[in-house]
């Protein structure tokens, strides 16, 4: 296949994970909608990356063995998520996502869990594959080129955008690590007796006031910054941790005053 017509497979299957992650940690895990992904768009390119190899490796064996297939696939999704928690985690110095809670997990970047569904998706992708690649037997290749073209131009923007929003996310963690920690430093009480207080502004973000050297200071944290806590709410930044979590538990004393 030409390699637009993968980079189609990969946007398709993308966004199929995209659906699968929010539909799972919105009902099943948070009770509440949540716009999983690193990324803003609705694509999740890990399961793009899954799916596009599966493709291809299996369009080359033509197997069909189906627990061979199951195997493979569970064994591969293991293989690129752990490396893919691992880059990330060295990456952006930020454990994404943590299965330690699950039974038969290595090291909180895998589950056993995760590899019998990744293992059954992909032995569906791998039998329904020859038969929906014959759609695109349909389609100009031209037109198949465009779209890719375009659909990877708006990717790179949301990536630029992306890593700018988390770049300003840590600028603003570390302000707010530096007013929870000036007390430590003077008076040795925990970070925890520091007080900050959480502004919810529903349209922009929250805002995060605090003080140092008896200067209030406000923090904004603006709403596609906090995004990537609510799409990884076992978001951990190695540095921020304490911060994340405080952020976290001042929202909801915030949203529990609002509501009594």
Known sequence: MKISVYFILFIFYSCFGWIYESIFCSYFTEKKFINRGFLTGPYCPIYGVGAVLCTAVFDETNSTNIFIIFIACAVGSCIIEYVTSFVMEKLFNTRWWDYSSLPFNLNGRICLYGALVFGLAGTVIALVNPYAERVFDFIDNKFIDR??????????????????????????????????????????????????????????GIVVYGKSLNKLLSIPIKKREMRFLKAFPGLKPIKYSAVVDRIREEIIKHKNNLSS
Do not use: C, P
């Not at 600028?171 to 925990?190: A, D, P, Q």
């Open 147 to 204: 779209v890719a073209v375009l659909i990877f131009i708006a990717m790179a923007a949301d990536f630029t955008m992306t890593i700018m929003s988390w770049r300003n996310l840590n600028i603003s963690l570390m302000k707010i690590h530096n007013i929870l920690n000036e007390k430590l430093e003077k008076t040795m009480e925990g970070v925890s007796q520091k007080a900050i207080l959480i502004e919810e502004k529903y349209k922009d």
